[in-house]
């Protein structure tokens, strides 16, 4: 079946620092890779997406690259911003007959510090 | 352009109620997926629609669970004789076309509690 791995959180961390959380996948057929945030209180949003290996998907200077061999599709801030704290979801979609339903990650809380 | 919208969105029900939970799409989107995300199971697809095509039920975790899409547009979500364990937020969310590069953009959410 289809499943989606990522870090336990909580992540903390200070303003400016680096951001890698880890996701790992595995995957009946060739998925299409997604990183979904969750922040305080709104709904979950689409943050970036790869739908083919060595893709790289980069939004809001978060990036994160297919990596078929490794099946993996790490998300990797440089600097992040109290603003970045938030929920993070990796998620994969496989085609099937009957519809493209996400497989989720159980999601990576981060804090940002001031 | 509007999002997806959910009514309502807080539910509160006793045990063994029934409820109804209302999706609006995108205008113009043709999939409509509902997921629901739990402390213990963190973020599970229910079903799918596309289009006039029969409904992909395979995630729907018992019978006490339906849904139905009027007019490939709205959808509702039906939960009868709730039980606690059906305690959860409901996510509704469309896409254009429904294929797997597609986005998906998100409702947000009703969340039920069955006391």
């Known amino acids: 079946g289809n499943s989606v791995t990522q870090m336990e959180g909580p992540v903390t961390l200070s303003e400016e620092a680096f951001l890698t959380i880890n996701c790992t996948y595995t995957?009946?057929?060739?998925?299409?890779l997604f990183w979904y945030v969750q922040y305080p209180g709104e709904g979950l949003q689409l943050l970036l997406k790869a739908t083919k290996a060595d893709d790289k998907g980069s939004n809001k200077g978060f990036e994160a690259t297919y990596r078929k061999e490794t099946t993996s599709f790490h998300l990797e801030k440089g600097s992040v911003q109290v603003s970045d704290s938030a929920v993070y979801f990796c998620?994969?979609?496989?085609?099937?007959?009957?519809?493209?339903?996400?497989?989720f990650g159980g999601g990576t809380r981060v804090l940002v510090k001031p | 352009g509007a999002g997806v919208s959910q009514s309502p969105s807080n539910k509160v029900t006793e045990k063994g109620k029934d409820v109804e939970l209302r999706c609006d799409p995108i205008s113009g989107h043709t999939a409509l997926y509902w997921y629901r995300q739990s402390l213990g199971q963190g973020l599970e697809f229910l079903i799918y629609?596309?289009?006039?095509?029969?409904?992909?039920k395979s995630g729907l975790p018992s019978d006490r669970f339906s849904a139905e899409r009027t007019g490939g547009s709205v959808s509702t979500l039906t939960i009868q004789r709730t039980q606690q364990e059906d305690s959860a937020v409901y996510l509704c969310?469309?896409?254009?076309?429904?294929?797997?590069?597609?986005?998906?953009?998100f409702g947000p959410g009703t969340r039920l509690t069955v006391l």
């Open positions: 998620a994969l979609s496989v085609e099937k007959a009957a519809g493209n339903k996400l497989t």
């Open positions: 969310a469309s896409s254009s076309w429904g294929g797997i590069t597609d986005t998906q953009y």
């Open positions: 995957a009946t057929g060739y998925p299409s």
């Open positions: 629609f596309q289009g006039n095509s029969a409904p992909d």
